[in-house]
């Protein structure tokens, strides 16, 4: 009887042995799992933080740069018809397009780098509505030139 126990007590142990070894080896795999679930997401968020960033910058870059071609033109004469309807167009679509996201990126950039860079964001964009004020204050000369009157 004790050779009987003593079979079924070894039986059992390596069944033990195995179930445990079995349970850790998916414990362990279940970990890997969530573990390489919270990367992917971690990667997934910071690839959508640098492509608002891209997008942000490259929006303000276009602004600058059609504000800065703009006042070239004014300031060199260069107000023909033809010359002003290359560049106008393409300032309107820089503004609106900068302006349009003003709230999401004022979100972002104080969603990722905090209350002080927000605060500098939002000067900017009022430094960008100043500017465009004045802009607009060009609009006299280019309805004249728009009109034939010039």
Do not use: C
């Amino acid at each position: 009887m004790n050779n009987i126990f003593s079979i079924i007590g070894k039986i059992i142990t390596e069944k033990i042995g195995v179930l445990m070894v079995t349970s850790m080896i998916g414990l362990v795999a279940f970990s890997a799992d969530k573990i390489v679930e919270h990367i992917k997401l971690a990667a997934n968020r910071a690839d959508q933080q640098i492509s608002n960033y891209n997008e942000l910058a490259t929006d303000l870059s276009d602004y600058i740069f059609f504000t800065e071609v703009l006042v070239k033109f004014y300031s060199q004469g260069w107000t023909t018809k033809s010359s002003l309807n290359k560049i106008v167009p393409r300032y309107n679509n820089a503004i609106i397009k900068l302006r349009k996201r003003e709230y999401v990126n004022l979100a972002l950039v104080h969603r990722l780098w905090g209350k002080k860079s927000a605060n500098e964001f939002t000067e900017i964009m009022s430094l960008v509505k100043r500017i465009d004020a004045l802009v607009h204050e060009l609009n006299t000369e280019a309805g004249a030139v728009d009109s034939g009157k010039k």
